[in-house]
């Protein structure tokens, strides 16, 4: 079946359940797993310096401290579950292609991810990240919704 399973994660709830379901698949595979959060680098959204609410050093602690958040809950999941698993966390400001990139590298052969993120919902059944894995993928793409 499956040897090596990335799963891509930013902490939601929907994500966490992902990460339970992918887990498990390992385990039933005897599969070891890739953990990956990704974050955009930051941007400053206007040249006003008035008009900037959070710095780039703000930035960077806030969004290391989900992304811990979020790779620890994969961990601690591996871990009860007796499932090799390494984590990363990567910057990038094409996540879709940061995922299929990182799958590529470290050779897995599944990639499994949420319908949407913490994005929202600006497509009504997947996000806009997953269409473009589910697209753009040559790597089998399993959606948990």
Same mark, same amino acid.
């Given at each position: 079946?499956?040897?090596?399973?990335?799963?891509?994660?930013?902490?939601?709830?929907?994500?966490?359940?992902?990460?339970?379901?992918?887990?498990?698949?390992?385990?039933?595979?005897?599969?070891?797993?890739?953990?990956?959060?990704?974050?955009?680098?930051?941007?400053?959204?206007?040249?006003?310096?008035?008009?900037?609410?959070?710095?780039?050093?703000?930035?960077?602690?806030?969004? !290391?401290? #989900?992304? $811990? *958040?979020?790779?620890?809950?994969?961990?601690?999941? @591996?871990? /009860?579950? =007796?499932?090799?698993?390494?984590?990363? !966390?990567? #910057?990038? $400001? *094409?996540?879709?292609?940061?995922?299929?990139?990182? @799958?590529? /590298?470290? =050779?897995?052969?599944?990639?499994?991810?949420?319908?949407?993120?913490?994005?929202?919902?600006?497509?009504?059944?997947?996000?806009?990240?997953?269409?473009?894995?589910?697209?753009?993928?040559?790597?089998?793409?399993?959606?948990?919704?």
């Amino acid at each position: 079946m499956f040897k090596h399973l990335l799963i891509p994660t930013d902490g939601s709830d929907l994500s966490r359940k992902a990460v339970a379901y992918g887990v498990q698949l390992a385990k039933e595979s005897g599969a070891k797993v890739t953990a990956l959060t990704l974050t955009e680098p930051y941007r400053v959204a206007s040249m006003d310096a008035v008009l900037v609410s959070v710095g780039e050093d703000e930035y960077e602690d806030e969004s !290391r401290r #989900v992304s $811990d *958040q979020a790779l620890e809950q994969v961990k601690l999941a @591996a871990d /009860a579950a =007796g499932v090799p698993c390494e984590t990363l !966390r990567e #910057v990038h $400001d *094409q996540p879709y292609r940061a995922i299929i990139d990182i @799958a590529h /590298a470290k =050779g897995c052969d599944l990639i499994v991810m949420a319908s949407h993120g913490r994005r929202g919902m600006s497509a009504l059944l997947l996000g806009s990240e997953t269409v473009k894995v589910l697209t753009h993928s040559t790597i089998p793409v399993l959606v948990y919704r």
